[in-house]
T-cell receptor
Framework: DAMVIQNPRYQVTQFGKPVTLSCSQT?????MYWYQQKSSQAPKLLFH???????NEADTPDNFQSRRPNTSFCFLDIRSPGLGDAAMYLC??????????????FGPGTRLTVT | DQQVKQNSPSLSVQEGRISILNCDYT??????FLWYKKYPAEGPTFLIS?????DKNEDGRFTVFLNKSAKHLSLHIVPSQPGDSAVYFC???????????????FGQGTILTVHP
């Protein structure tokens, strides 16, 4: 089945220790997104790639970086995690066509704990 | 400033009855709206969508209604089933001019519980 896969599902890191979350997709979608979701809040878009074109949201902290080495994979790097970065991180993909919005397909998420 | 709001954190419904989940938005540039369902330990799953040129879209037991003048949309589930128990998120997108990357703005979610 075509899908969006996130690894690991649970990640524990220490305060200030860099951490990388990964996302892969078999849908061959050209757009990939990273969302942060804290408890009982709406998922918040951090950034997205349209092919190799990187788009950062204005309020995404510099502490968060992303890489997309190819169509299938996308990584979220948190350079110096703080306690406030503990959250669920969701990866999503979609097609994109000019003039319309396509639905996004989400992975199961990675729950990040910062100790 | 929250542009998409789901004012009811939770909703409890009896099996077989109608579930109505509500969503309000403030950005008049939004022109495409979606509902997602999320089970624990899973990512959100697309459920149904509606374009701003329509006021209703139906898919089986699920119907979404859009009232643009009130900036309000609702999701109706009829009849409700215990398997529908999940968190429901509404989301909105502005795609004017085809320049959007399909960015979605989400509401906080409503927890639906359907009792047998």
């Amino acid at each position: 089945d075509a899908m969006v896969i996130q690894n690991p599902r649970y990640q524990v890191t220490q305060f200030g220790k860099p951490v990388t979350l990964s996302c892969s997709q078999t849908l061959n979608h050209n757009v990939m997104y990273w969302y942060q979701q804290k408890s009982s809040q709406a998922p918040k878009l951090l950034f997205h790639y349209y092919d190799k074109d990187f788009n950062n949201e204005a309020d995404t902290p510099d502490n968060f970086q992303s890489r997309r080495p190819n169509t299938s994979f996308c990584f979220l790097d948190i350079r110096s995690p703080g306690l406030g970065d503990a959250a669920m991180y969701l990866c999503a993909t979609s097609r994109r066509g000019r003039g319309r919005t396509y639905e996004q397909y989400f992975g199961p998420g990675t729950r990040l704990t910062v100790t | 400033d929250q542009q998409v709001k789901q004012n009811s954190p939770s909703l409890s419904v009896q099996e077989g009855r109608i579930s109505i989940l509500n969503c309000d938005y403030t950005n008049s540039m939004f022109d495409y709206f979606l509902w997602y369902k999320k089970y624990p330990a899973e990512g959100p799953t697309f459920l149904i969508s509606i374009s701003s040129i329509k006021d209703k879209n139906e898919d089986g037991r699920f119907t979404v209604f859009l009232n643009k003048s009130a900036k309000h949309l609702s999701l109706h589930i009829v009849p409700s089933q215990p398997g529908d128990s999940a968190v429901y998120f509404c989301a909105a997108s502005e795609d004017a001019g085809g320049t959007s990357y399909g960015k979605l703005t989400f509401g906080q979610g409503t927890i639906l519980t359907v009792h047998p």
